[in-house]
Structure formats: C-alpha cells, structure tokens
C-alpha cells in the first residue's frame, strides 16, 4: 500500500464550495477547465502522486542527493524515473498559461496538485516550485525572446529553474548582496559571487538549469533599490535553443539538513573562471519589484508544505492509532487500539481539523489569485488582490508552523514508534522544519503583517475581512447544534478586532517596537481565527448540501470537524491577546550582555 493516499474528497469540497470553482472556471482563459473536468484531473494526479511519486519519498530521505568529485550531483535511485515520468504525464505544466507551453488551468486547481506532490514528496516536490518561481518572473517582466527560449522549457519540466538570492552574509536582508553583474558589449552580463542554500541548484533530473540570480551592477543604489535579476543558464542555449557552451557556475557544495536530504541545497559559484554569463530580466535596479510579483505564489507554496506535511503525519497516525493495542480504556474491560483513547483522539483531530482549515483557506487564496490576474470586473481584482496581500504572511506563517506542530503530534501518536526512524514519522517532522525558514523566515512575515498588510487602505481591508467573518458566525448560528461554535468564532474575531486596531494604532503613532513586539502571536491569531472561519463556512455549505438532499452520512463528519475546531482550536486565540498587547519594554529590559550571560 502507498504511503500516501491524497485526500481527494475534501479537495473537491473545498474547490467546489469554498473556493467557487465553478466561478473561477468561468474566468476568462479557464472556460475549457470546469469543474468536472478539474475534478477528473485530480482524480488522475492523485492515483499518479501516490503510486510514482510517494515511493520515492523514504529513499530519498535515506539516501539524499550526493555531490560528486566532477562537481555534478547525482539524486537518489529512483528519482530520475520518477521525475520523467512526471514530466511525460504532463504534469508540470497542468496550471501554467497557455502561452508557457502550460494545460491552462487555474492556480486553484494547481494548488491541489502542488499539495499531492508536496505529500508525497517535499524534498522532491521543491525542482517544480522554484521552477514555477522562475516560469512566473519570466513571464511577468522577460523579454520576447527570453521566453521564447525559456518559457516552455520550464513549463514542461524539460529544465528546470532555482531562485539564487542568499549570500553567507545577506539572508533576510538581502539589501546587502555582493554578486556582481557587469554589462558586456553584447548586452550580457558577466556575474561573480557566490550563492548559498540554492535548492536543486544542481542535478542530474534534467539536461539544463535556469539559475535566476539576483546582483549588482557597478554604481547601483544601496540596499535593495539596487538589485537587478539575471538568467544564467547552466548550459547556454544555442541557437537553436538547445544546451549549448558550459556556463561558468559550479557547485562548491551541498548541504548536510536535518531534512529535506533528498534536495540539493547548494553553495553555487559564479564566475570562478572570468564570469558566468547572465542575462538581464526587465530593467536593472528592478530585480527587487520582480521578485514581489511572483512571491505570493512561491509563499504559497511554502504554505502548503506545512498543509502537505500535515495531511501526511495525520494518515500515518490514524492508520497507526487504528492497529496499535495498549491499555484499557477508562471503564473498559479490554485493552484496545490506542484510537479509542481520548487524547489519541483529540490529537488525530487536532491534525485532521488544522488540515481542513488550512486547505480551505490556501484554495480560497489561490482562487483570489486567480480573480485577481483573471477577473474582468477591475474593482473585484483589486478587492481579491487585497485579500491576497493580507493574507500571504498569514498563510506562510500559520501554516508552516502547523505543519511543525502536526509532524510532532504524528509522532506523539506513534509514542516510541515515532522517535525511531523505521515508520517515518520523525522523517515528516524533520523535513517540515525548513518551512518556517525560507521564503522568508517567519519572523520576516510576522513583521510585513504588522508593518504592511495591517495598515492596507488605512485598515479598511481588515476591517473588511472582520465585517465577513462576523457574517458567518452569525449565519454558524443557525444550524442547531452550533451555537457554542459560533459564540467561539463571534469571541475569536473580538481578540482578532481588538488586537488589529492595537497595531495598526502603534503603526500610525509611530511606536513601532510596540506594534511588533507581539507580530508573531499576532500573526498565529489571525491564521487560527481565519481557520475558524473557513470550517465555519464548510460547516455551513455542508448543511446546505444535506437540506438539498445530499447524503447526509457523508457530510457529517465535515460538520464535526468544524464543531471541533470551534470549540477546542479557536479558543487559543483569545489567549494570544495579552501579549499582543503587552509593551515592548520587557524585551529590551536586559542588556544583551545579561541576555546571553
Ligand atoms: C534548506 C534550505 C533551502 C533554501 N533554499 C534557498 C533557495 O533556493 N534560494 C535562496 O536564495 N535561498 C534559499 N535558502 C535561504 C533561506 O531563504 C534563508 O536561510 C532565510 O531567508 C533566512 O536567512 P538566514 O539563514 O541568513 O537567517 P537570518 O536572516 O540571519 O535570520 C536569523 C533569525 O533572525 C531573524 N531576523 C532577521 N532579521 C530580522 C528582523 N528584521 N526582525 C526580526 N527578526 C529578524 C530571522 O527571522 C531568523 O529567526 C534556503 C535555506 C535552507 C536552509
């Protein structure tokens, strides 16, 4: 039996009534992808995620990718297969426009797929993220002729892309890059620096690799108003777009992890020999605006490792709660499997209810993405790319850091059995840790909440997004047996109010120690909350179905799971509030000589 079987029922639930893709499929350039169609898709991807995909998933761990004395890499058995087989199936492409070379569907659906392959396989999953990473920057801001030499490559999976960005000495500010680019009489650059943690940066899947590097040229302004963005292919395309000369980028080294071995993480040097040749994507000293036109895509995608790690550490548990026997229940007489004790309950439900509530919201993000590029009414993009920009730091945040949380649980319910390496699951714990780094460590998020997306159209976007959330907890009311859930949603959005108007407050008074002292509950706040919200929303649409006339014994375990939620999750947000509103003063109260004594 496969590892993974993906959750296919509740993925059409949430693209059917909480994404609305029966909306986002009337959009223009979507017509040829309704919903039934969409459906099938998936249907197909999963049978194909599981059975090719997630066997590879162990091996990969064990194994990892390994660097040779000649520099190339070599991934671990199985992989090249697997990922041809991927490549032949069309995968890759499945969400990609049109004019990529891509199938044309919408990201809402993508991010189905994006969830199986992540579950199957995150290490393995990350070739066609950065590689989406490098299709979005090409489209949006490359040349004609850029993307007529790179784009179907990329979007086939023929290449695949990296995003080159962090330097030993510039992480998170990455204002403080030193890679170079000097313009050469042909219009090229030559590029020389070095790179750090580039994920897949090297490999043996695919004949080329389209590294996108971001430098500096001579003269430009400091800090991130100076970055540029450049293509430097591992192999530059001839003319007739082929692999042609080696380029001058080599792998110095790749990177021992506490997870994700299956992925090359890689020093890259550039221009060891003279200079490796780049090209420049739009304008200099724009590199910076080109990355934030495609970070809301690639956060997303970190989101939903944490969404994809979850699912998985909650099949391996349920499966192992249901066989393992130990103890007596309380007032038993027999010891039975350990899935009838309640703590071993609260936390499959725990992990089942965050999974929901995280897909619900990722799904919806994506079908705003999809307004927001798609829609032909301007003033509902521009509402749907607000609500898109709200919630990005959320998502990447709440939900890496339940994937965490998930993965540990797993292992919980495993007892003994999770700590040692043979069932797996301390492998998801370990590969779900990056998340909460890259990308934008969760810190960084945490502040662009507080310091950039709170104060939106002079708050009017939370403001907004409160107003709805209200309307649903009162709609929650409604269904008998749900009061308690919607008195918990009614509370939550109060701290959520509350805690909002603190910030944004501070912001505007200009006490910014005070407005983001507390950016990290406050950012768990509003993803808890909002997952509130989502299964508030699919409690409701499921109570809709079933007065429709649907099967009601199918729906209800949906109606359950929100009920939990409600009442068990959502109360941790009003927790949260205090320090949300504390002063920063005690941070600061030690010396940093008495903190590090
Ligand atoms: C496995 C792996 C794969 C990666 N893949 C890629 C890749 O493909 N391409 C790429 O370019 N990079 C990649 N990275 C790099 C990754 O994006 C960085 O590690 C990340 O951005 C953090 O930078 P840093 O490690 O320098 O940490 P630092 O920036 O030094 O941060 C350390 C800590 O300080 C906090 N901090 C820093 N500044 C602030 C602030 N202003 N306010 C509050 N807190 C702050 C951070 O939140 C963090 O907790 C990868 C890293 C790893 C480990």
């Known amino acids: 039996m496969s590892e993974y079987t993906a959750p296919l029922a509740d993925m059409e639930f949430v693209l059917r009534h909480i994404s609305g893709l029966d909306h986002v499929s009337k959009l223009n350039g979507f017509q040829h992808a309704d919903p039934d169609t969409a459906v099938g898709v998936l249907a197909e991807a999963g049978r194909f995620f599981s059975e090719v995909i997630a066997p590879t998933n162990r091996v990969g761990d064990r194994v990892g990718s390994i660097l040779n004395e000649d520099g190339s890499v070599t991934t671990p058995d199985g992989f090249r297969e697997a990922y041809q087989k991927f490549v032949d199936a069309g995968w890759p492409g499945v969400h990609l426009p049109e004019m990529a070379g891509g199938g044309g569907f919408p990201y809402a659906v993508g991010i189905a797929l994006q969830e199986m392959f992540t579950s ?99 003269g430009a302004a400091p800090g991130t108003r100076g970055i540029s963005m450049f293509i430097v292919p591992k192999f530059i395309p001839d003319t007739e777009g082929n692999p042609g000369e080696r380029n001058d980028v080599r792998v110095v080294s790749i990177e021992h992890k506490m997870g994700i071995n299956a992925s090359p993480t890689c020093v890259l040097a550039f221009g060891d020999e003279g200079g490796a040749v780049g090209y420049l994507v739009g304008e200099e000293q724009r590199g910076m605006k080109y990355m934030f036109t495609m970070m809301n895509s690639a956060r997303i995608g970190v989101a939903v490792e944490g969404l994809a790690i979850g699912e998985m550490a909650y099949q391996k548990a349920a499966r192992y709660a249901s066989e393992r026997i130990q103890s007596k229940p309380l007032g038993g007489d027999a010891p039975a499997a350990i899935i009838n004790h309640p703590d071993v309950r609260r936390m499959l439900l725990t992990m089942r209810a965050n999974n929901e509530a995280m897909r619900a919201a990722l799904y919806d993000t994506a079908a705003r993405i999809d307004i927001e590029n798609h829609g032909e009414d301007e003033d509902a993009r521009a509402r749907a790319g607000e609500r898109v920009a709200l919630m990005i730091p959320i998502l990447k945040t709440w939900c890496t850091d339940l994937g965490v949380e998930m993965a540990s649980l797993g292992v919980q319910v495993h007892g003994g059995m999770g700590y040692v390496e043979e069932t797996g699951a301390a492998q998801f714990l370990r590969d779900a840790r990056i998340a909460p780094i890259y990308e934008g460590t969760n810190g960084i998020q945490a502040l662009d909440l507080v310091t950039r997306k709170v104060p939106l159209r002079d708050g009017q976007v939370v403001k907004e997004y409160l107003a709805e959330m209200s309307g649903i907890a009162a709609d929650l009311r409604g269904i008998d047996g749900f009061a308690r859930s919607a008195d918990e949603l009614d509370r939550a959005i109060e701290s959520l109010a509350e805690a909002s108007s603190h910030v944004g407050a501070k912001m505007a008074s200009g006490e910014y120690a005070d407005a983001v002292a507390g950016a990290t509950p406050f950012t768990r706040m509003w993803g808890t909350a909002v997952g509130g919200a989502f299964l508030a929303r699919a409690a409701l649409a499921t109570q809709a179905l079933i007065e429709g006339g649907a099967d009601e014994d199918t729906l209800r375990p949906k109606q359950s799971i929100a009920r939990f939620y409600c009442e068990q999750i959502l109360p941790t947000t009003n927790g949260l509030l205090g320090s949300i509103l504390a002063p920063a003063d005690p941070l600061f109260e030690l010396s940093n000589e008495e903190l590090t004594a």
Not at 127 to 152: K, M, N, R, V, W
Not at 153 to 173: I, V
């Open 120 to 218: 199957a396989n995150l290490a393995f999953s990350l070739a066609p993220l950065l590689t989406q990473g490098a299709i979005d920057a090409l489209i949006e801001h490359g040349s004609t002729e850029q993307q007529a030499t790179y784009l179907e490559k990329l979007a086939t999976g023929q290449w695949t892309g990296t995003m080159c960005l962090t330097e030993p000495h510039a992480g998170s500010d990455l204002g403080t890059i030193s890679t170079k680019a000097v313009e050469q009489e042909d219009g090229s650059y030559r590029i020389t620096g070095q790179k750090i943690y580039i994920t897949w940066g090297e490999h043996d899947l695919t004949e080329n690799i389209v590294h996108l590097v971001l430098a500096k040229t001579p």
